[in-house]
């Protein structure tokens, strides 16, 4: 995978994503900013400033795409999604290029919004990716600060919508979000793209038993921190929705399908059912991202047919108490 070096492009693998046993993991995002509501704010909440470039694909960047819609920032945030080309230099915009929000540049690729920001940086280019169009700067390409500051930042200026992020329930939020990151985001990837088998060994069994563990306290409640949806189900729900299309077959994640847990199928259909929440989960262009040649996966470009899961149909988790 390529990535920028010194502000420019290269395909060499200079910054590696695997450890010495051949364990895939998630290098850490170099920008880091927040946008806030005090007045003196680096980066201060305005309608119109902000533009978040996401893909279909990428189950980290559906996490911002998510809270976006959840809390009503679409008309506040505007969103581009980019794909992934073979041969190409990363996410790409496609042959006709996008305008970079803020300039009168035309790119093709997301890395050279990197190098607008920072003509030297030496980083590999991920989504999401928010955008300042007024300093032409990357705000942050960190998805769970990206989710955090969608949450908080436009208050004062979006419509009202519930915190999921609320103060007495912040301890067992962030413990759920490193079980869950640990045991299903980064176990995903690890049962995908590690390159030993005692690697992958130990990926699909972290992952199976956190999926067991989870099956067992959705038992017991609605949603992952008790009555009401919090970010730790929005960040859960990515992984969820791609599993059985995706990951049971592309990312060798085949010890049983989601659709065999009771409660977590349940669960990912009550989410799905949430409203506007169907209109940010194309399916079909999930398993194109994962399965084309240019997908993570190393597919030949084959999409598989099935499975077909339907998300529509209802689900049993109102015997629980109501969402927020």
């Known amino acids: 995978m390529g990535h920028l070096a010194d502000g420019k492009w290269t395909n060499q693998n200079f910054l590696s994503n695997h450890d010495d ?28 400033r902000y533009h978040l470039y996401c893909a279909v694909a990428c189950p980290w960047a559906h996490r911002t795409t998510l809270m976006r819609t ?28 996008h305008i970079v929000p803020g300039t009168d540049r035309r790119v093709l690729w997301l890395h050279e919004l990197y190098t607008i920001a920072d003509p030297a940086c030496t980083t590999r280019v991920t989504v999401p990716t928010l955008w300042d169009a007024k300093s032409r700067r990357v705000v942050n390409n960190e998805s769970s600060e990206i989710i955090r500051i969608f949450n908080t930042a436009f208050s004062g200026i979006a419509p009202p919508t519930p915190d999921y992020y609320p103060e007495p329930l912040r301890p067992e939020i962030d413990a ?42 959705l038992a017991r409640q609605r949603y992952l921190c008790g009555e009401v949806e919090t970010e730790a189900d929005w960040r859960l729900f990515p992984s969820l929705v791609r599993f059985d299309p995706c990951y049971y077959v592309g990312y060798k994640c085949n010890i049983r399908r989601l659709e065999e847990y009771p409660n977590l199928s349940n669960y990912l259909r009550d989410l799905y059912q949430t409203p506007g929440i169907a209109d940010v989960c194309d399916v079909g262009g999930m398993k194109r991202g994962v399965f084309s040649k240019a997908g993570p996966v ?8 099935g499975p077909t899961v339907d998300y529509a149909r209802p689900h049993d988790r109102g015997r629980f108490a109501r969402r927020n």
């Open 298 to 305: 190393g597919a030949n470009g084959i999409i598989p047919a």
């Open 70 to 97: 959840l809390k009503k920032l679409e008309p506040f945030v505007t969103l581009t999604n980019t794909f992934q080309e073979p041969g190409g230099q990363g996410w790409s915009f496609g042959h006709s290029g």
């Open 176 to 217: 759920t979000n490193a079980l869950v990151l640990e045991g299903v985001n980064n176990a995903v990837n690890g049962c995908g793209y590690s390159i030993s088998q005692a690697a992958y060994d130990g990926s699909v069994k972290l992952l199976f038993e956190t999926l067991d563990g989870l099956e067992q306290r």
């Open 21 to 48: 046993r051949g364990l895939y993991y998630k290098r850490p995002s170099i920008f880091r900013h927040r946008i806030g509501n005090e007045p003196d704010a680096e980066f201060p909440a305005e309608p119109g």
